[in-house]
């Protein structure tokens, strides 16, 4: 029995698309996005430029943008996947795809991750960051002006310490990079071989840090949520548990005994 297609939009760049359907699985075709995604169950071959590669569960491909291939699934009834198409313009002048391959691993991992925290993200621009640096680290490398952009260390200094001051109010990517008159992408990949994270995510560590302390101080949780402008609880208490391993409900009563 064929599986439904599910298509969801959850940026202006960016698609998902699950499921499975027969007739289309072994046509040639083409994608005017760059594809990336992993096999949920079953097996299949993708052929592409005279070469084929089996793809298994677990397994990952990137497919560059306009990169004519088939899909044949060993077994169309147990075959499902998740794909994630992002639009050249997001990403042409930064960073190159030019080869189909699968994943590494790692890879997957850091592909999953965003995919779950992300896909239902209700703020997209909260995911353009993480989606640079996911893309960044598919990437086969990035465009010469951005190998070629020089970044120094007292410069990803300032940076630290500019979030390290505000990171109670909203510093988006664009803020930063405007400020300091640094390429978004370069930003990203230079702060994280410094920093071994992004911008982003070191403000949200410093977010986690201060609702901890305010809860240990005896704040309402909601409180907290909106001093530190988290989305809603349900994302403070994912990044709370993320870090500490427990709820803040679970650290209130450790700590404050209630």
């Not at 302390?213 to 949520?225: A, F, P, R, T, Y």
Request: hydrophobic share 35%; charged share 25%.
């Amino acid at each position: 029995m064929e599986q439904a297609v599910q298509f969801k939009k959850i940026h202006e760049s960016i698609e998902i698309k699950s499921g499975c359907y027969r007739p289309q699985c072994y046509k040639q075709h083409l994608h005017q996005e760059l594809s990336v995604g992993v096999v949920r169950s079953g097996e299949s071959i993708v052929s592409f430029d005279g070469d084929e590669l089996k793809f298994t569960k677990g397994e990952g491909i990137i497919i560059p943008a306009y990169m004519s291939h088939m899909c044949s699934p060993i077994d169309i009834d147990k075959w499902s996947f998740l794909m994630m198409y992002v639009d050249e313009k997001f990403y042409t002048d930064e960073l190159q795809f030019k080869k189909l391959r699968k994943m590494t691993p790692e890879e997957v991992a850091k592909f999953e991750v965003f995919i779950e925290a992300y896909s239902n993200s209700k703020e997209p621009i909260a995911l353009e960051e993480p989606l640079i640096d996911l893309l960044i680290q598919l990437a086969d490398k990035p465009a010469e002006s951005l190998n070629q952009t020089n970044v120094s260390n007292n410069e990803l200094k300032e940076i630290y310490e500019h979030i390290s001051h505000h990171f109670m109010e909203k510093v988006s990517l664009d803020d930063l990079a405007e400020h300091f008159k640094i390429n978004k992408y370069t930003l990203i990949r230079k702060f994280r071989a410094v920093y071994n994270t992004t911008p982003s995510a070191f403000q949200l560590q410093l977010k986690v840090a201060k609702a901890k302390e305010m809860l240990s101080l005896g704040k309402h949780i909601q409180d907290v949520c909106l001093e530190l402008d988290f989305y809603d609880q349900a994302h403070l208490i994912r990044e709370f548990k993320h870090i500490h391993g427990i709820t803040p409900n679970q650290y209130i009563k450790n700590i404050l005994g209630r």
